[in-house]
């Protein structure tokens, strides 16, 4: 498949963002980074870790919260370029210049005449311009077309963002909010958004299985054929795209899924499409998916198996457990039955008159009907008269004798011999 990929590329990542942090502390104080990992960025932001950065270093402003990220780049060159066009909207070329004219210039008075003239004013960094130069730039022609999710962690940042902005986004841009309704205090809120950035998924979990599927369909000796043009797909020399579907065996050539999904949305003239249908089961592919999927499966064959090697360890680790948790259950519901062995039976022989000799067969023939299996729990129980009398008397009865298989003894008086005296 593909031999001639070259191993130095990397897969695209499983995860990167950029982010928006706020102080806790004094919430006018803001900044923006970009991470792979945001849980670990965050504790390096609040000290919990090494590293950080030098304007979330003042102890006076820790602890720090991510209020907001920025996800879906495909690469870490993508995620600076967002930070940096964000950190520097004025500067940016991607932002609409009757924007930064209207909001970045400000007036003073003339010395000598005392009108008012423009000038270059300071960018602002408050909540509200860092959203809206966040929404200028989701809305520019050039970052529109990237597969972006905007996340909101807090309430109340979510409100200002809600306002009105004039544009719209693009529907093809997703905005996610990650908050309850009631936010809880300060303390327990620090702690909540912390939660909520740890349960992010930043790795390649959720596309192992979509990997398998692939590898398996493309390593086999069967003849497939292309999806979308019908020609026969050659694995080691096409640049394949698999259904993300588990069901679904389509394979296609990438150049023609691409053009099968753009035909279909109109897009004619663009490169690379956002999402589209299969062309076999009609389900919906996510492009970025698909192209994450095809990168690690050529690129990431070293992170393929460690995430399946992984994967095996948990689900032995699995099948121990249950196969214990079984055991367990088995031993004590054996614990709980009655015993039907010579062993046990001959407790009652002794303890009871009215069980002996030939009555022995019976008993134990009643001890094995009377037995009964409970199918919702597995469980044995006794269900006759006799049986429970027999586990009422087995302690008194363990007491009376000395052990189970000894030989009944009959003693004979010594006055049978005695001499009669006249």
């Known amino acids: 498949m593909m031999d001639n990929i070259p191993q130095s590329i990397n897969p695209i990542p499983a995860f990167y963002c950029c982010y928006l942090l706020r102080s806790t502390v004094r919430h006018a104080s803001l900044y923006i980074g970009s991470t792979p990992e945001p849980s670990r960025r965050l504790a390096q932001h609040n000290g919990d870790r090494t590293g950080g950065a030098r304007k ?48 970045q210039l400000g007036t003073r008075g003339s010395s000598r005449t005392g009108k008012e003239v423009k000038r270059a004013g300071k960018p602002r960094t408050s909540l509200p311009n860092i959203l809206e130069n966040l929404h200028i730039l989701l809305r520019s022609p050039y970052f529109s077309e990237w597969p972006l999710e905007v996340w909101f962690f807090s309430a109340d940042v979510w409100q200002v963002w809600s306002q ?10 997703k905005v996610v909010t990650a908050f309850s309704s009631k936010e809880a ?7 909540i958004l912390g939660k909520r950035i740890e349960t992010l998924d930043t790795g390649y979990d959720a596309l192992i299985e979509y990997v398998e599927k692939s590898q398996f369909l493309l ?20 640049m394949i795209a698999i259904c993300s579907h588990s069901l679904c065996r389509c394979a296609s050539h990438l150049l023609c899924l691409s053009a099968h999904f753009l035909e279909a949305a109109g897009f ?4 690379i499409p956002k999402e589209g249908t299969c062309p076999a089961c009609l389900g919906k592919l996510e492009w970025p998916t698909l192209m994450k999927e095809i990168t690690l499966r050529l690129r990431g064959q070293e992170e393929v198996k460690r995430l399946l090697g992984r994967r095996r360890r948990t689900e032995q680790v699995g099948k121990r457990k249950i196969s214990n948790h079984v055991s367990s259950e088995k031993g004590e519901s054996e614990a709980s039955m009655p015993s039907t062995d010579a062993k046990t039976m001959a ?5 009871h008159p009215s069980v002996g000799g030939s009555n022995f067969g019976k ?16 469980s044995v129980k006794a269900v006759t008269p006799e049986i429970e009398f027999y586990r009422r008397r087995k302690c008194n009865a ?25």
């Open 56 to 103: 979330t270093s003042s102890e006076k402003l820790r602890p720090w919260e991510m209020v907001a990220i920025v996800s879906g780049f495909t690469n870490r060159a993508g995620a600076l370029q967002f930070e940096w066009a964000w950190q520097h909207t004025k500067e940016s070329r991607h932002a609409e210049v009757e924007r930064c004219e209207s909001e």
């Open 164 to 173: 009105p902005k004039g544009n719209l986004l693009d529907n093809s841009i």
């Open 185 to 191: 205090g300060d303390t327990n809120r620090r702690e």
């Open 219 to 238: 390593e086999s000796e069967e003849a497939i054929d292309c999806g979308v043009c019908k020609q026969r797909l050659n694995p080691r020399n096409d």
């Open 268 to 271: 004619i003239g663009k490169l």
């Open 347 to 351: 407790l009652p022989i002794r303890s």
């Open 363 to 378: 008993l134990g023939r009643s001890v094995g009907s009377a037995i009964r299996t409970n199918t919702d729990n597995g």
């Open 398 to 422: 363990k007491k009376n004798f000395s052990g189970l298989y000894s030989t009944p003894r009959i003693n004979i008086s010594d006055w049978d011999n005695a001499e009669i005296i006249e």
